[in-house]
């Protein structure tokens, strides 16, 4: 059975830093893809970032947050990391972790197996 499970979340200060992790289990990592993503309150699930576990490859976030959260994955852990740095109020929401296989992807529809998210709340 396919689990991801997401820690590290939580109540920060605008400009602080938060580390979120997803470690992974219960399914071959060969050609796997691990995406992170998040939903704010009455809003839609919205990309964040995206990694190959085969050979780290990453997919950049968007423009409100390239500069500020860098994707990683430590192999030997099966864990993919999201660092968040100087976080901003409109950060809020609950991050969630996401596999698919072949390639990554910014739809949430295209994911296949979730981590249960964890609450980002960034004061201002």
């Known amino acids: 059975e396919v689990q991801l499970v997401v820690s590290g979340g939580g109540l920060v200060q605008a400009g602080g830093s938060l580390r979120l992790s997803c470690a992974a289990s219960?399914?071959?990592?060969?050609?796997?893809?691990i995406g992170w993503f998040r939903q704010a309150p009455g809003k839609e699930r919205e990309g964040v970032s995206c990694?190959?576990?085969?050979?780290?490859?990453?997919?950049e976030a968007v423009d409100s947050m390239k500069g500020r959260f860098t994707i990683s994955v430590d192999n030997a852990k099966n864990t993919v990391y999201l660092q968040m740095n100087s976080l901003k109020p409109e950060d809020t929401a609950v991050y969630y972790c996401?596999?698919?296989?072949?390639?990554?992807?910014?739809?949430?529809?295209?994911?296949?197996?979730w981590g249960q998210g964890t609450q980002v709340t960034v004061s201002s």
């Open positions: 990694i190959s576990f085969s050979d780290g490859t990453i997919h």
């Open positions: 219960g399914f071959t990592f060969d050609n796997y893809y």
């Open positions: 996401a596999a698919r296989r072949s390639f990554c992807s910014y739809y949430a529809t295209d994911f296949d197996s």
